[in-house]
Nanobody
Framework: VQLQASGGGLVQAGGALRLSCAAS????????MGWFRQAPGKEREHVAS????????YYADSVKGRFTISRDNAKNTVYLQMNSLKLEDTAVYYC?????????????????WGQGTQVTVSS
């Protein structure tokens, strides 16, 4: 599966952004999907992920209550709604996919990655 992330940009602290990740192919619904981020000088962080059927989700503690992951299998798209953004949310955000019908996260072994979209939160 090929992935294309979009929706990043510059936003003030406290603001919101919605990231989208469009997938190619006809097997999107066979994949658990995830969002990761990497800030300069920091390790990549698993931000959120969602099961193939949207039954279950996973969130990093750093984003719980502020970010929401969702997907639309009919549109081959996964979303990350980011609210109450903080300076420390500044990073390049990547979407990723792993072939999985597991309904319990967090998922691992993400093998397909999008190109990343920059999110910058300013004060």
């Amino acid at each position: 599966v090929q992935l294309q992330a979009s929706g990043g940009g510059l936003v003030q602290a406290g603001g919101a952004l919605r990231l989208s990740c469009a997938a190619s192919g006809r097997t999107f619904s066979s994949y658990a999907m995830g969002w990761f981020r990497q800030a300069p000088g920091k390790e990549r962080e698993h931000v959120a992920s969602i099961s193939w059927n949207s039954i279950s989700t996973y969130y990093a503690d750093s984003v719980k209550g502020r970010f929401t992951i969702s997907r639309d299998n009919a549109k081959n798209t996964v979303y990350l709604q980011m609210n109450s953004l903080k300076l420390e949310d500044t990073a390049v955000y990547y979407c990723a996919a792993v072939l999985s019908f597991d309904e319990l996260g967090p998922w691992t072994g993400f093998g397909s990655w999008g190109q990343g979209t920059q999110v910058t939160v300013s004060s």
